[in-house]
T-cell receptor, first 116, second 112 residues
Framework: EPEVTQTPSHQVTQMGQEVILRCVPI?????FYWYRQILGQKVEFLVS????????KSEIFDDQFSVERPDGSNFTLKIRSTKLEDSAMYFC??????????????FGEGSRLTVL | QKEVEQNSGPLSVPEGAIASLNCTYS??????FFWYRQYSGKSPELIMS????GDKEDGRFTAQLNKASQYVSLLIRDSQPSDSATYLC????????????FGTGTQLKVEL
């Protein structure tokens, strides 16, 4: 069964360092997303990406964050200067293009980011 | 603020019983509703989607939607210990692209 894959599974970094989280969405999906979940809290939307541009972003997704689809398979989330409060599990998700916006998202296993 | 509310639990049910999980949402423009299961330390796994009022059954799972009351529920029949997890309600708002707003989740414990 096709799946979303994410790397690394766990990254530890020092505050102020840049981090890049990588995702390979399901091959025929065209919508891509990043969500995050701080330990013990709800899953929160960060950004959605379609047709090589950001389609929507939340207030969490400030100038420290960026996304990119550098080739035909990878989808990356970059955090330029990490803060302690960026420590969370980051989930990549993808979905099939759907004019009815049914929103069936399929999530990767997540990348746990720990900022020290 | 578009909110999705769930009782955090834990909800404890004996093995073989029916587990009933509930969710309310604030935005009447919501069009699509999802239940995800999340095991501790793992990613959300889609188990049910529902788009119109009424019931939708898939195996041991039944999702129920009442848009007038802004209420969606998930019933799990013949609960098994492997069903022990946190169940996340997620809502997609009309015009919101495919962005999902999640509730905090209800922890379900199925006891032997």
């Amino acid at each position: 069964e096709p799946e979303v894959t994410q790397t690394p599974s766990h990254q530890v970094t020092q505050m102020g360092q840049e981090v890049i989280l990588r995702c390979v969405p399901i091959s025929n999906h065209l919508y891509f997303y990043w969500y995050r979940q701080i330990l013990g809290q709800k899953v929160e939307f960060l950004v959605s990406f379609y047709n090589n541009e950001i389609s929507e972003k939340s207030e969490i997704f400030d100038d420290q964050f960026s996304v990119e689809r550098p080739d035909g398979s990878n989808f990356t989330l970059k955090i330029r200067s990490t803060k302690l409060e960026d420590s969370a599990m980051y989930f990549c998700a993808s979905s099939v293009p759907d004019t009815s916006n049914t929103g069936e998202l399929f999530f990767g296993e997540g990348s746990r980011l720990t900022v020290l | 603020q578009k909110e999705v509310e769930q009782n955090s639990g834990p909800l404890s049910v004996p093995e073989g019983a029916i587990a009933s999980l509930n969710c309310t949402y604030s935005d009447r423009g919501s069009q699509s509703f999802f239940w995800y299961r999340q095991y501790s330390g793992k990613s959300p796994e889609l188990i049910m989607s529902i788009y119109s009022n009424g019931d939708k059954e898939d195996g041991r799972f039944t999702a129920q939607l009442n848009k007038a009351s802004q209420y969606v529920s998930l019933l799990i029949r013949d609960s098994q210990p492997s069903d022990s997890a946190t169940y996340l309600c997620a809502v997609n708002v009309r015009g919101g692209g495919n962005k999902l707003t999640f509730g905090t989740g209800t922890q379900l414990k199925v006891e032997l």
